[in-house]
């Protein structure tokens, strides 16, 4: 469930992150100014451009139609002719998939969260 947030709530959350960014960038430019390794800008804006690039490529070439779960959904939703007999079965068993999936989002809104109960995570981070 996305929860549409409001212009100021967005500023209210990303201003402190800016400003934590922001005194480390300038504190950070103010040192290695001293230790006359301005130069250092210079590569850390190339990797930034790099890795801008790369991520901006590889989510390029994503296709959503290609990934499994759209395909297993499609095949679900949209049985080939083949299967028109066992269409009936297929709508039930995904009528009680998405019955179980509901029950389980409901039960998760009544977890405790994680640093409510320390025991419970860390008892669940240990290897058995």
Known sequence: MIIPLQRWQWV??????LIVLGFLGIAAGLQLHHWG?????????????????????WLRSLDPSTTAATAFIQEVS????QAKSGSATATILCQEAEAQIQQILI?????VLPWED???????????
């Open 12 to 17: 209210v959350l990303i201003l402190p992150v």
């Open 37 to 57: 390794l301005s130069w250092i800008w210079a590569v850390v804006i190339l990797g930034g451009w790099a890795w801008q690039s790369l991520l901006g490529h």
């Open 78 to 81: 949209s049985p080939s002719p």
């Open 107 to 111: 039960a998760a809104r009544t977890d």
């Open 118 to 128: 320390w025991t419970q995570f860390f008892a669940a981070a240990k290897p058995s």
